[in-house]
């Protein structure tokens, strides 16, 4: 909701940023440590095509 009343607001270059910052500065370790530090099956694709549990 506060995304879009800034973007109404005309603040669409501060939304992208937040939005960029929450996904690589939060999301993505919160990815990472919920796939890979708890096991909870994450699965990286190789060079090769296949595929490798961590």
Do not use: E, H, M
Request: proline share 2%; hydrophobic share 55%; glycine share 14%.
């Amino acid at each position: 909701v506060v995304l879009g009343v800034a973007i109404g607001a005309g603040w669409q270059s501060l939304v992208a940023w937040v939005n960029i910052g929450c996904y690589y500065l939060i999301g993505l370790p919160l990815a990472a440590v919920f796939g890979f530090k708890l096991k909870l099956n994450a699965t990286v694709w190789g060079k090769d095509g296949q595929q490798s549990r961590l």
